[in-house]
């Protein structure tokens, strides 16, 4: 990564004053295009695949390394796409995932937190919406916000009413399944006072 992280270093050196450059353009992504965009938002992938390998294949004294590397990739999408665009909102899902599969729910609500309200004005994101709801719910639930978690599953039950059945059938499913097992941790926690 250090190699990757040098070679970013030399490509901005091009584009920035306090690097070195003549002129700063303020706008350079929109003026410079894909020659100032694509070393960066390759340089993002990897830091991203990265992030990803060290969630899913080692364990928890990784996880702080794998939360620095995507909170880089954050900065570089919201420099490259921008806080609230489809890429951008897709990072947080997918990492949030990953990190849900490995039952790191604090880490996976701190990334999905932060697109559950800039999805709803996404466009491109608009089928993505009830996963990305559940994702969250179910980190919100096994971090014990049980009724937002509730909440969140609902959510997705109605907003997947546009969507095609396989989604829907999903929201619905997810949602039982959430309202099944909230149900039985309060009986069974009612059984242990």
Same mark, same amino acid.
């Given at each position: =990564?250090?190699?990757?992280? !040098?070679?970013?270093?030399?490509?901005?050196?091009?584009?920035?004053?306090? !690097? +070195?450059?003549?002129?700063?353009?303020?706008?350079?992504?929109?003026? !410079?295009?894909?020659?100032?965009?694509?070393?960066?938002?390759?340089? +993002? =992938?990897?830091?991203?695949?990265?992030?990803? #390998?060290?969630?899913?294949?080692?364990?928890?004294?990784?996880?702080?390394?794998?939360?620095?590397? %995507?909170? *880089? $990739? %954050?900065?570089?999408?919201? !420099? /490259?796409? +921008?806080?609230?665009?489809?890429?951008?909102?897709? /990072?947080?899902?997918? #990492? +949030?995932?990953?990190?849900?599969?490995?039952?790191?729910?604090?880490?996976?609500?701190?990334?999905?937190?932060?697109?559950? @309200?800039?999805? /709803?004005?996404?466009?491109?994101?608009?089928? =993505?919406?009830?996963?990305?709801?559940?994702?969250? &719910?179910?980190?919100?639930?096994?971090?014990?916000?049980?009724?937002? &978690?509730?909440?969140?599953?609902?959510?997705? $039950?109605?907003?997947?009413?546009? *969507?095609?059945?396989?989604?829907?059938?999903?929201?619905?499913?997810?949602?039982?399944?959430?309202?099944? @097992?909230?149900?039985?941790?309060?009986?069974?926690?009612?059984? #242990? #006072?």
């Amino acid at each position: =990564m250090n190699n990757d992280a !040098q070679v970013v270093d030399e490509h901005m050196k091009k584009y920035s004053v306090a !690097q +070195g450059a003549l002129v700063e353009d303020r706008h350079v992504v929109d003026s !410079q295009g894909p020659i100032f965009t694509d070393p960066i938002a390759l340089f +993002g =992938m990897s830091l991203e695949r990265f992030a990803h #390998f060290l969630v899913t294949y080692r364990d928890e004294k990784r996880l702080r390394e794998a939360e620095e590397y %995507m909170d *880089e $990739v %954050m900065k570089i999408s919201y !420099q /490259l796409y +921008g806080a609230s665009s489809f890429h951008t909102i897709n /990072l947080l899902n997918n #990492f +949030g995932a990953a990190l849900i599969l490995k039952n790191r729910f604090e880490s996976a609500l701190k990334y999905l937190s932060i697109g559950i @309200d800039r999805i /709803l004005y996404v466009n491109e994101c608009a089928s =993505m919406i009830p996963g990305y709801y559940c994702n969250y &719910a179910e980190a919100l639930f096994h971090v014990g916000r049980k009724a937002e &978690a509730l909440e969140y599953a609902r959510k997705a $039950v109605l907003l997947s009413k546009s *969507e095609e059945p396989r989604i829907q059938n999903y929201a619905k499913k997810y949602l039982r399944d959430l309202e099944k @097992d909230a149900k039985e941790k309060r009986q069974r926690s009612w059984w #242990f #006072f």
